[in-house]
C-alpha cells in the first residue's frame, strides 16, 4: 500500500477550551475513531485509517498539545483530561456509538470511555493500553522515572526532515518501525522552526508531563468493566505496564479479550500496521 495517496480532510473542533485538529479519513458506516499515543498524531495512524474505512468512517485527532492541535492555557494534561477531549470531541460531531480504535494512552482514554459510556463508544481495540495495577510490580517507579527525564532531554530539532529520519532511523524504538511509518511520523509531527530546519510539534516537556502523570489516573478497572467490547493487542516483546499485567487483563476482563502478537513490541501499530488493521475490521464486524 501507498500510504502517500487518499489525503485526509483536515479540519478543527472546538473541545473544553481546545482546538483540536482533526483529519476525516473517509469511508462508509458507523463511525471509528483513532486516537493515538503520547507524543504522536493522528494522521500517522494513516495506513490502518485507510483499510478501517472499509468497516465505517473513520476519523482521527491530535490530542491537546500535540500536532496541529492547541495547548491548554492552564497547562492541564491530566488523563482524566485526554479522556473529557474525546468524549466532546464525539458530541461535537455527533459521533455517538462510535467504535474506537487507540494506541498506548490513547487506547487507555478509548477504553476507559467505552467503560464508563458504551453509549459513546459502543466497541473498541485498545493496542498496548498504559494501565496499572493496584499495586506497583517491581521495577515500575523506576521505569516510569527514567521515562520521565529521557522525555525531557529528547533532541527536538533537526536540520531537516531526511536528518531526523537518519537520526531516528537505527536508534530504539523506531528501528523496528516500518520505514513508510517513519517517515510520515517526521514529516507530519514537524513544523518548520523559526531559524531554520524542523522541530517536534509536541514539544518534550508536553509529553513528558503526560508519562509524569500517568499513574495518577485510573483507568484499569474502567476497562475491566466495560460493557462495550474490548479487543486488547498486546506486543509479546513489550516492556510496557500493560503487558506485564496482561494475564490479569485477560481473566477479569467482562467484556472481550486480549491478544499477544509475536515478534512487536509497544509500538506495534507502527511495526504491523496491516495486522492491526485486519484484526480491527475483523473485530468490528463481530457486532
Partial sequence: MDIRTDEPRSFFVDANGIRLHALDWG?????IIILHATGFIGRLYRPIALALREAGHVYSYD???????S???????SWERTVDDLRAFIAAL???GARGL???????AVGALAGERPDLVSRAVLVEPVVFDEVPIEGESERQNELYTR?????RW?????????????KPPYDTWRRDMLREYCEHATWPAPNGGVELKCPPEVEAEYYARSRQYVGLPLILSSRAPLLVMFGANSDSVGNAISEKISTQLRHGRVVT???????????????VARMAREFFAEA
Avoid: C, W
Fill in 63 to 69: 490530542q491537546r498539545g500535540h500536532g496541529d492541535s
Fill in 94 to 96: 455527533g459521533l455517538e
Fill in 102 to 108: 487507540g494506541h498506548s494512552a490513547g487506547a487507555t
Fill in 158 to 170: 533537526f536540520e531537516s526532515v531526511d536528518a531526523m529520519f537518519r537520526n531516528f532511523g537505527n
Fill in 71 to 77: 495547548r491548554p492555557a492552564d497547562g492541564d494534561y
Fill in 27 to 31: 469511508g462508509t458506516g458507523a463511525p
Fill in 261 to 275: 502478537i509475536a515478534g512487536t513490541g509497544h509500538f506495534l501499530p507502527m511495526e504491523r500496521p496491516e495486522e
Fill in 151 to 155: 522525555t525531557i532531554k529528547r533532541k
